[in-house]
Each structure stands twice: as C-alpha cells, then as structure tokens.
C-alpha cells in the first residue's frame, strides 16, 4: 500500500487499473485505495488470487457499471470489473479492466467475449479496456496467432479494437500479457512500458486518453486567520457606524441573529478574508521521489541495452526504492506512536480501517437516480413504509397547562454565562452551521 501511495504521488495518475489484487472481503477498502481516489473492485470469490481493482481520482465524475454477469460473476476464473467517467458536453469514458488466467478451457474463455460484448454495448462516447489477458502467441505488431488464441484476435479486430501496447510487459515471458485497448475515436497517447511496481513482476504501462474528464474542484474556501489583527476586529465591531439597537431591534430570534451574523461576516472580509485552500492527500518525501527516478531511468537503461551491468544496475535501484519506501514509512509511524496526542494514533489507524464511502446512485424502479435529493427521498419513503409507530404502546395524557398558557416572565443572561459557554467549545478549525471556526 505504501509503494502505492507513493507511486501516486510520484506520479499524479487521475485513473490507475490493477489487476491480481488478491484482495477479498475482509479487506478494507481503506488498505488498497490511496487517499483521494474512489475503488471499483472485483475479488475472486471462491479461491485465492485474481482480482481486479480500477482507481478513479475523486477529482473525476464517475460511478461503477454492472458487466450483467449473472450467476457466472461468482463462478467465473475471469475478474473484471467497470465504470464510467463523465466528460464534458455529455460525453462519456467507459474503463473496464480484466484479468484473465493462462490456460482457461472454451467455455470459460467465452465468458471473456461476454463481459467485451456487455461492456462495448454501453455504447459509451470513447472505450478503454485494459488488464492481463495472457495471450503470450499472439504476436500484436503483425496481428498474427495460434489457433489457440485466434478466436480473441478474432473478437478484437471484428469490434474494430485497437490494440496499443507493442513492447513486452513481463521480462520473463518475453511476450504482450498486458494490454491497452480502445474504440474508434478513443485517442491514446504518450503510451510507454516502464518498470515494475514493487514486488510485481509485470510491467506499468502509462499512457493518456486524450478526453475533458468533468473535474470536481479540489479546493475549499476557508478564511485566512494566520497574522489577524484582533483590536482591529473589535474596533471594527464597536465603531460608530455599527447601530446595535438597530441589529436587534427585532422581536424575531432568526431576524436578529441574520443580522448579527451579517455584521460578523463584514468585519471578518477586512481582517481576514477567504481564500482557496487545496485538499491535499499523500505526499511522498524528496528522498523517496529520488529513489523512484532512479529505478525508472535505470529500467529504461535496461529495455535500450540489456547486458549484465544494465541489469544489476537496474536490481540496485529496485532495492534501494524499497528500503527507502520501508524506511519512510517507518518514520511516518514512528511520529504518530511518539506523538502526545492520541486523536493523531487513532486517526492513522482508523483510516487503515475503514474508508467512508457516499451512495453515488440508487436503483429505483429500474431507474437510475443520482440526484442527492431525489436519493434522499426514496430513502425516506422507503423508511416510512416499514416504519411502525409505537409498538403497540399507549401513553397517558399528559396532564398539566396547555402551550398557549406558557410563557416565560423573565430570563436573564450574564456575560459570564456567554463566555463560560464559549470556553467549552473545542478548540477546532472546523465551522459550525454558520460557517464560523470554532476558534473563531
């Protein structure tokens, strides 16, 4: 997961794809997905192994597709897994990445067209396919093959399937196992095979599909409160052009405080005005950054001229990344376990846990709804039909005056009393319903 994230923030992928994930159910979410990125998975589930994982930058619009694979999805030896990025102008992006097993018999292969065909019949503006299908006899650059694996050439060129990847992805098989395909009018670009990611012995391939992904903006509004002058503040609050009894003149509570919050709000815009913050995620360190440079430029070395000194050049740099990757990590922990405070412990941990996930889309009627309103509703609707009010029980009256008679005579409120109230608030930068910081 570490090799991961720093990958990630080495090299700033907005989608990656993996497959033999390995992962199952008691696996978290949170241990295979780096911060900042939504997970589609696909585990295997009646044996060890397999797998297939896309990661989708939550900058980019995009919720998960169903394969409609029935019955076959829990028994096949294929693992596949698909969703749509939305574009710009209503465009759309299907990515769908596949793991296929060496060896499978006919009718398990014919699972395979299945899934391509569900897949291609979204009919979606542009179509990336990627993941190990392990053809190593076909021969791409002459589009030539055994019988063997004649019927998926077959398949690719019948769909008009444009296959990019022409260098080997595996130094031991020495053949194409993993592939980037693409629909007519899906352009990619600045395609190469690079080196290993940890421990793997396949290839990363990188490449760009030149699309306008609807970005969601990663940047939140907050107020700047480093170097406020405070007296300025509070001069600004009693000047004369603030007229109190004028503010809360009124009889009605909310008309008051909308007026109160208002004057609050103008005097906060001159000392200390609103400005955009990034979300910022993982970040690996400049010793780290280095040490992947170094193993890429050396695996490049190696592709060009593979001799003896091109090779163990290249296995240092491999063992030199790792024993950096294992040492910032080590240190990373190692400031959270020496930390004083416990909140920093459990917030490390808790995100290794869990992973919040939100309900993208809901299914209602055969319908697809996306609208969080809308998704709100049905959920009520749906909670109100199977809701039974009081189990059977009944309550006396109560007995005493009615509403319209009470009333309070008087109340009296101290400055102490408010100031008592908000010593007790915590001492955080996050904003209450008013958009004020707790600090604040």
Known sequence: MNILNNYVSFRKPLVIAITETWLESTIP???????????????????????????????????????????????????????????????SLGVLCLYRPPALSAIENSILYDILTNFLNYKFSYNVIVGDFNFPDIHWPSSSSSLQSDTFLQFVQANFLQQHVQSITRQSSSAILDLVLSTPGTEITDLSVN???????????????????????????????????WSYFRNLLSSSSNDWSQVLHSDNLDDV???????????????????????????????????????????????????????????????????????????RENRVINSKDPKLFWSYVNRRLSKDSCVKSLLCSNTEVTDPLDMANIFNEYFAS???????????SLQGKSHDTTEFNSISISAKDIFDAIRRLPSKTSSDGDNFSYKF
Request: charged share 25%.
């Open 29 to 91: 979410l949170s241990m295979c997905c780096p911060p900042g990125f939504t997970p589609y998975r696909k585990d295997r589930f009646f044996a060890r192994g397999g797998g297939a994982l896309i990661l989708v930058s939550e900058r980019i619009v995009s919720k998960p597709i169903s394969l409609f694979l029935g019955a076959s999805d829990t028994e096949s030896k294929i693992d596949a897994v698909a969703c749509e990025l939305s574009l710009r102008d209503e465009y």
């Open 195 to 229: 080196e290993e990611l940890g421990t793997s012995d396949h290839s990363i391939i990188e490449f760009t599909a030149q699309t306008k992904p609807v970005l969601v903006r990663r940047k939140v509004r907050k107020r700047n409160f480093k170097n406020t002058d």
């Open 257 to 331: 405080w909308a007026e109160f919050v208002k004057l609050l709000n103008s005097a906060l815009d001159r000392v200390a005005p609103y400005q955009d913050v990034t979300i910022r995620n993982y970040s690996s360190t400049s010793q780290v950054r280095t040490a992947l440079r170094y193993k890429r430029r050396a695996y490049r070395s190696l592709i060009r001229n593979f001799t003896y000194d091109t090779l163990v050049a290249y296995e240092r740099s491999v063992a030199i990344a790792e024993v950096t990757l294992k040492c910032d990590t080590a240190e």
């Open 386 to 396: 199977i809701f039974t009010p009081g189990f059977g029980t009944h309550f006396s």
